[in-house]
């Protein structure tokens, strides 16, 4: 009699089966991959970039620590306490038991793991350095977490006087004009050409409010979509590239991403050909990608990498190619990208003041223009009501 972990009966009887032993019965002691409130698949549960993160960095501990692959996992499956980690844990532990690769266990759950994972696990194992592997890309996962962070954590104040001035503009136009058009009516008051467009407006938004829901969750799938789409990626790039107090920040967010994913890739051991392919898998702006791509044939004809960049000076600073240029020569182009990562990541924050800068009086302008107008709509009737001004 005893215990093993398996995500169902038939893991737990070809793990038994390998240890050449027969199971006279299997109990589950655990509904936890059968019941559907806590599967894998659940819609309500993510693995999340903390999740990812801290399964990396635990498993770089305990195999650093002495610990095989197998005991490893059966520590992070004792500690973990979300459903969909511990799934995964399950999975893993079972197909490293049938011999495949830890590699091979996340490239078959990519819709958890890109790419850069399976290329930077894959280049450990060929050198028998899975553990440091594992080190460096949990701290190329957290740099990137970092980095998301900093750049939502400034946009959020702009976002909230955004989210606030719409919220302030529909209740007006919901709640406000409705009932003062009533007045109107009752005074047979000529309204003026603008308290007739927001009349219109305040009409077609409290027409029906089942509609108003519809429409709006069919313009955030249409925009979901297209953001999506090959032609919607150009336009928004196209945009951020050109919109004077985005493209700053935009174009070193994205040096900043390509710079540290490419330098870990190559400290990972990988071939400088994949190690672009899996970076330009990571960035997401297609001008980059497909100046990434463009790098990788080049380099297949001979041409140095620094070189290719150089090419694209509309895309990379003269900084980075001279930089690319002197680890080349001595070898340590994988810590000069990361060196530069980290240089440029400085940068952001500076960038990134700047936006928040222009933004914030941008918004409050916005708001006060807009609520002024239908105030001014709203008071040129009620003067007229009152007769002290003759409309």
């Given at each position: 009699m005893g215990e093993t972990n398996a995500p169902d009966s038939e893991g737990v009887a070809a793990t038994l089966?390998?240890?050449?032993?027969?199971?006279?019965?299997?109990?589950?002691?655990?509904?936890?991959?059968?019941?559907s409130s806590f599967s894998s698949k659940n819609i309500l549960e993510r693995f999340t970039v903390q999740d990812r993160i801290a399964l990396i960095r635990n498993l770089a501990a305990t195999i650093k620590a002495g610990l095989s692959l197998n005991e490893a996992l059966d520590i992070l499956i004792g500690d973990a306490t979300k459903p969909i980690v511990k799934v995964f844990l399950l999975d893993a532990q079972l197909s490293i038991q049938n011999g495949q690769p830890l590699s091979a266990v996340?490239?078959?759950?990519?819709?958890?793991?890109?790419?850069?994972?399976?290329?930077?696990?894959?280049?450990?194992?060929?050198?028998?350095?899975?553990d440091n592997a594992l080190e460096d890309l949990s701290q190329h996962l957290t740099k990137?977490?970092?980095?998301?962070?900093?750049?939502?954590?400034?946009?959020?104040?702009?976002?909230?006087?955004?989210?606030?001035?719409?919220g302030i503009i529909?209740?007006?136009?919901?709640?406000?004009?409705?009932?003062?058009?009533?007045?109107?009516?009752?005074?047979?008051?000529?309204l003026p050409f603008l308290t007739k467009i927001l009349m219109d407006v305040s009409n077609a938004l409290t027409y029906s409010f089942l509609l108003d829901i519809t429409v709006l969750i069919g313009l955030a799938a249409f925009f979901v979509y297209f953001a999506k789409s090959k032609r919607g990626k150009k336009v928004l790039s196209y945009l951020a590239f050109h919109l004077p107090a985005v493209k700053n920040l935009v174009r070193k967010i994205i040096l900043v991403r390509f710079s540290r994913t490419l330098g870990s890739l190559i400290d990972?051991?990988?071939?400088?050909?994949?190690?672009?392919?899996?970076?330009a898998s990571a960035v997401s702006n297609p001008n980059y990608?497909?100046?990434?791509?463009?790098?990788?044939?080049?380099?297949?004809?001979?041409?140095?990498?620094?070189?290719?960049?150089?090419?694209?000076?509309?895309?990379?600073?003269?900084?980075?190619?001279?930089?690319?240029?002197?680890?080349?020569?001595?070898?340590?182009?994988?810590?000069?990208?990361?060196?530069?990562?980290?240089?440029?990541?400085?940068?952001?924050?500076?960038?990134?003041k700047d936006l928040t800068t222009f933004l914030e009086p941008l918004l409050l302008l916005f708001m006060g223009l807009m609520v002024g107008t239908i105030a001014v709509a709203i008071l040129m009737p009620i003067y007229q009501m009152v007769g002290d001004f003759d409309y």
């Open positions: 089966a390998q240890k050449q032993l027969l199971p006279v019965k299997i109990e589950l002691k655990s509904e936890l991959n059968t019941n996340f490239a078959k759950n990519s819709h958890y793991f890109p790419p850069l994972f399976v290329g930077m696990i894959k280049a450990g194992e060929a050198s028998g350095r899975l990137e977490y970092k980095l998301i962070r900093k750049v939502k954590s400034a946009l959020a104040y702009p976002l909230i006087l955004l989210v606030s001035s719409l529909s209740m007006m136009l919901i709640f406000v004009l409705p009932k003062l058009s009533k007045s109107f009516a009752q005074n047979n008051i000529q990972s051991a990988l071939s400088i050909s994949e190690s672009l392919n899996l970076t990608q497909a100046a990434i791509l463009r790098a990788d044939k080049e380099i297949k004809n001979g041409i140095p990498l620094s070189v290719s960049l150089k090419n694209e000076a509309n895309l990379f600073p003269k900084f980075l190619t001279s930089l690319v240029a002197v680890g080349e020569r001595t070898g340590s182009t994988g810590k000069v990208l990361k060196n530069f990562a980290d240089f440029y990541d400085d940068d952001v924050d500076g960038a990134l």
